[in-house]
């Protein structure tokens, strides 16, 4: 039971998270992880991993403090020039997340290899093998509020991704409120990576499904995202489990079904926005 309402949560932070980003930034090819909360949150449990152990608590904790910094550099980052914020935003998204999935790389280069590397490989495919109650209590909190803060802030992405001229003049602080929504969506995606590990495409996937159900209008694409999302991660939870003698990790198989439809949207998109 705590394994499948772990992997229900960690799809719905995963996919509203996308579809919150894909809104602020008006841009269908971005995802939970835009703004290197992934990578950050990812080198944070390899460091706790390298430094503890692979059962530790300081995983939680590492991996939702780096995850922080680096949504925190991202929006430094994007700050530089008020003019294009969204740009920037992306832009610094892009280095942050270079720079973690680097010292990630030195994480693994410096481990034991007989016995941190192989946790540290196994826990960044993702996985929800070793989950238990403890993992429920630490991970439900942050994506509990995470979601439920996009949920009730869904109106004001509408507007935000209509851009800052036209949300002031609907008397909307865009700065303010891109920062709320950023806030909730890191703190989502941050707790679901410390406790399954890195889990791509969902954020991408799970998103557009949605849009054609129900459109553009996140009103209602990010209650269907949550749902879609839980119930996509715990099918293919179940098949990861089922499908061979030897559980394969989560994030090998969505990034297999990731793959060809991030192909089909760069078709469909032309690689822009809507």
């Known amino acids: 039971m705590p394994r499948a309402i772990l992997a229900g949560l960690v799809g719905a932070s995963l996919a509203v998270s996308g579809a919150a980003f ?6 269908p090819l971005v995802d939970s992880g835009m703004l290197g909360v992934s990578s950050g949150a990812g080198f944070g449990a ?7 152990n692979r059962s530790s608590i300081y995983i939680y904790i590492f991996a939702l403090f780096f995850g922080a910094v680096a949504v925190l550099l991202s929006y430094i980052i994007g700050r530089t020039y008020n003019t294009t914020p969204t740009i920037m935003l992306v832009l610094g998204g892009t280095v942050v997340s270079s720079i973690f999935s680097s010292l990630i790389s030195l994480t693994k280069y410096v481990a034991d290899p007989y016995e941190k ?41 509408n507007v935000l991704s ?33 406790v399954s590990g890195t ?3 969902i954020g991408l996937i799970i998103p557009h499904i949605g849009r054609m159900i129900a459109g553009n209008d996140n009103k209602k694409l990010i209650p269907i995202s949550c749902i879609l999302g839980a119930s996509f991660l715990i099918i293919i939870d179940n098949i ?18 990731g793959g060809p439809f991030f192909i089909y949207l760069l078709k469909r998109t032309k690689g822009g926005s809507w």
């Open 22 to 27: 894909q809104g602020l930034f008006f841009n």
């Open 46 to 52: 390899a460091l706790a991993i390298l430094l503890f």
């Open 117 to 157: 590397l192989p946790a540290i490989t196994f826990w960044l495919l993702g996985s929800f093998a070793s989950v238990s109650r403890q993992d429920l209590i630490v991970g439900l909190p942050p994506m509990t509020i995470g979601i439920l803060g996009l949920i009730l802030i869904r109106w004001r992405i």
């Open 162 to 194: 209509m851009g800052d001229r036209e949300a002031h003049t609907l008397g909307i602080n865009s700065n303010l409120n891109k920062l709320i929504a950023i806030g909730f969506a890191t703190l989502a995606t941050a707790g679901a990576v410390c």
């Open 199 to 201: 889990i791509g495409w």
């Open 240 to 257: 990861a489990r089922t499908l061979t003698s030897g559980e394969i990790p989560i994030g090998i198989l969505t990034s297999m079904l």
